[in-house]
């Protein structure tokens, strides 16, 4: 798994509650058997007309949104299916780092999981950086997993708060299959006392 | 001390623990399906690795497969690919894998109780969502992403933390005419989509105990819908009367079974960190208005009046979810007209709900404004037993399509799929932005409600159905 350290980027906003993983991906596109190529598929109802063209509507759209890896979004993000793909779609777009009020439980483990860190932020500050994106063209954050801030192009700083482990995970790039193998001796163990 | 029954099974299956890390948690069960797995397999593969326990491995295919004729092979080349990868796969590793044309073959949430593999105390995990099913067993079940499926086909474990528990009472006999699809939109609706979010919950209450197996897996199913990972319910003499004598039990003595699970039920006077408590009286059948499951509202309701909503975020999203759904404010549900009509899926596909349906569809006719009625089974051996009781007949006469078994509609990863446009009643789990068809709009009901709006064209408070 890639290490995740700092990330400066540009902000995207996606101003929408319950942002699902349907919306995210697409169901007609988790029939592929490979891992990556899913960043043409990332929100495809939302970005892309019936005839293929780009939506201008759609927010993200916008060029100056061009090349962002960082999404600014709202409360319970990623709800519903468990489709890795929508982690995938995500990373393979560009995104590397989420900021949202909340997220649902099994989308927030798999970004873990694709060294990608979703960000829980009090509800006023997503506000108030929504208002920041859009009164700003270019307008990037610096996020900083070490220290656990986020730094404005003001120079001021969002401290954010992260599971230890996960943190750990994430700094190292570590295989977490790895990790858990070196207690196999614990698990062969474990199944000879349930026979 | 009284311990409720997440903290007995967790402490159960905990294999390591230390400070500052996730505990590995033994899995007992491993359901895997076409759609999440084949990236795991070839991470396996990629590093060397092998499937630790085959033996507790089990896969089946449903989401891509057809509904019709079984003999003729997959027309989409993607979807025969999937499946074809997961037969390959599961060859390789040695893993039991239910062909789309074996006799077992179903909806992997429908057949895991039905095969008996499923059983009060065990950890059961699946790259779905709706795993959270298995737990109406008293089972601790929930879904996981392909990177988690690769890490427990390694190692038989997954990384965790323990989560906080909720208690759900609901409390009173359930009136007539209201099922657990209308108990658990009404819960859904009462705590929101996220309400659930970081807790495992447990269902309680003499509504709850009243259920079948059938319906208890209806309740705990859409537990994800409400934001958890898991829901479960204590087992009791009717989950051992329903496991008596299933093909994975062996032929193991029911009675030293049914002794060892009911150990798992919650200790009386047992603790949760919330508990929410809902009157079954006051639950009428429920129907979504909007594009999450948490835009619910009983029949004699209307749908919403956006001045009304005091929240900016939430008026916002039910502003754009009326528009997507082409609804006016303030519509009486029961003027809400359909095209269509789709029972089936994980939620509302066993027998006992092709039963409830078939009561009600009995001496109508499909009304000629809906184009399409399907009836779907959520597993081969749903679908013979219904043939076995005549109730293919009901349906078919009355102009409904009686399809072989799989996830179908409920998604539609395979060909059956709605237009844009198009206004379904559903007895599926998600009324997402396009979930069944780009543009298409999904009203989530109970399946007497579904049928009863496929008859009429439009939604009909089924209290009042007139049976034949």
């Known amino acids: 798994m890639k290490p995740f350290t700092t990330l400066t980027g540009i902000v995207a906003p996606l101003e929408a509650l319950n942002v699902d993983t349907d919306q995210i991906i697409p169901k007609q596109f988790l029939k592929r058997i490979e891992r990556t190529g899913y960043e043409d598929f990332l929100f495809f109802d939302w970005r892309f007309k019936p005839d293929g063209s780009p939506d201008?509507?759609?927010?993200?759209?916008?060029?100056?949104y061009l090349g962002a890896s960082i999404l600014l979004t709202k409360d319970n993000f990623g709800c519903g299916s468990s489709r890795e793909h929508a982690p995938w779609a995500l990373e393979n777009y560009g995104f590397r780092c989420i900021l949202a009020p909340s997220y649902a439980d099994i989308f927030f483990n798999n970004c873990f999981n694709n060294g990608m860190l979703p960000i829980v932020l009090p509800a006023n500050v997503i506000e108030q950086l929504f208002q920041?994106?859009?009164?700003?063209?270019?307008?990037?954050?610096?996020?900083?997993?070490?220290?656990?801030?986020?730094?404005?192009?003001?120079?001021?700083?969002?401290?954010?708060?992260?599971?230890?482990?996960?943190?750990?995970?994430?700094?190292?790039?570590?295989?977490?299959?790895?990790?858990?193998?070196?207690?196999?001796?614990?698990?062969?163990?474990?199944?000879?006392?349930?026979? | 001390m009284a311990k409720n029954i997440y903290e007995k099974i967790w402490e159960a299956h905990v294999v390591h623990e230390e400070p500052g890390q996730d505990s590995i948690l033994y899995i007992d069960r491993h359901y895997v399906h076409e759609?999440?797995?084949?990236?795991?397999?070839?991470?396996?593969?990629?590093?060397?690795?092998?499937?630790?326990?085959?033996?507790?491995?089990?896969?089946?295919?449903?989401?891509?497969?057809?509904?019709?004729?079984?003999?003729?092979?997959?027309?989409?080349?993607?979807?025969?690919?999937?499946?074809?990868?997961?037969?390959?796969?599961?060859?390789?590793?040695?893993?039991?894998?239910?062909?789309?044309?074996?006799?077992r073959n179903g909806i992997?949430?429908?057949?895991?109780?039905?095969?008996?593999?499923?059983?009060?105390?065990?950890t059961i995990v699946c790259g779905d969502s709706h795993t959270s099913t298995h737990g109406a067993f008293g089972a601790l079940a929930f879904g996981i992403g392909t990177s988690e499926v690769e890490h427990v086909l390694a190692t038989q474990t997954l990384l965790q933390k323990k989560s906080k528990t909720m208690e759900i009472r609901v409390n009173g006999a359930l009136p007539h005419g209201i099922t657990a699809k209308d108990i658990i939109l009404a819960i859904i609706g009462k705590i929101g989509t996220a309400g659930g979010t970081g807790y495992v919950i447990e269902y309680t209450g003499d509504a709850i105990r009243s259920l079948s197996m059938e319906g208890r897996m209806t309740v705990c199913n859409m537990s994800i819908e409400a934001g958890a990972r898991a829901g479960l319910i204590s087992p009791d003499e009717k989950t051992f009367e329903y496991l008596k004598g299933r093909e994975y039990l062996n032929g193991k003595s029911h009675d030293a079974l049914a002794k060892q699970?009911?150990?798992?039920?919650?200790?009386?006077?047992?603790?949760?960190?919330?508990?929410?408590?809902?009157?079954?009286?006051?639950?009428?059948?429920?129907?979504?208005?909007?594009?999450?499951?948490?835009?619910?509202?009983?029949v004699t309701r209307t749908t919403p009046v956006l001045a009304e909503i005091g929240d900016g975020n939430t008026r916002h999203a039910a502003e754009k979810a009326l528009k997507y759904m082409d609804l006016a404010e303030g519509v009486p549900i029961q003027k809400i007209t359909i095209n269509k009509m789709f029972f089936g899926?994980?939620?509302?596909?066993?027998?006992?709900?092709?039963?409830?349906?078939?009561?009600?569809?009995?001496?109508?006719?499909?009304?000629?404004?809906?184009e399409q009625a399907l009836v779907v089974p959520g597993s081969q051996q749903v679908k013979l037993q219904a043939e076995a009781e005549g109730l293919d007949k009901v349906f078919k006469e009355a102009g409904f399509e009686w399809r072989e078994a799989g996830c179908s509609m409920c998604l539609a990863m395979n060909a059956d799929i709605l237009q844009p446009g198009d206004r379904c009643a559903s007895t599926s789990n998600r009324n997402f932005e396009g979930r069944q068809g780009k543009g298409g709009r999904t009203h989530l009901v109970s399946p007497a409600m579904a049928v009863a709006a496929a008859i009429k064209g439009h939604f009909v408070d089924i209290r009042d159905w007139k049976y034949n």
């Not at chain 1, 801030?149 to 750990?168: M, N």
């Not at chain 2, 109780?113 to 105390?121: A, D, S, V, Y």
């Open chain 1, 56 to 64: 201008p509507d759609f927010e993200m759209n916008a060029p100056r």
């Open chain 2, 35 to 103: 759609v999440t797995s084949p990236q795991a397999f070839e991470g396996l593969r990629l590093a060397g690795r092998k499937v630790r326990r085959p033996d507790l491995t089990f896969a089946t295919m449903d989401h891509n497969i057809p509904t019709t004729d079984r003999s003729k092979p997959i027309e989409d080349p993607m979807s025969a690919q999937q499946v074809e990868t997961l037969k390959a796969n599961c060859a390789e590793a040695g893993v039991a894998c239910f062909d789309m044309r074996d006799r």
């Open chain 2, 108 to 122: 992997v949430h429908v057949i895991g109780p039905e095969l008996g593999l499923t059983q009060p105390g065990q």
């Open chain 2, 345 to 370: 899926s994980c939620t509302n596909g066993r027998i006992e709900d092709i039963r409830a349906a078939a009561k009600v569809v009995k001496g109508y006719k499909v009304s000629p404004s809906v």
């Open chain 2, 261 to 298: 699970w009911a150990t798992w039920a919650s200790d009386a006077g047992c603790a949760y960190d919330r508990v929410v408590e809902l009157d079954a009286s006051e639950i009428e059948p429920q129907v979504t208005w909007g594009t999450s499951p948490g835009m619910v509202t009983g």
């Open chain 1, 132 to 195: 920041e994106v859009r009164n700003q063209e270019g307008y990037s954050l610096t996020v900083d997993l070490p220290a656990q801030t986020i730094t404005k192009p003001d120079g001021s700083t969002i401290a954010f708060e992260v599971d230890p482990f996960k943190k750990e995970c994430l700094l190292n790039g570590w295989d977490q299959i790895g990790l858990t193998l070196r207690h196999e001796d614990k698990i062969t163990a474990f199944e000879k006392t349930r026979g």
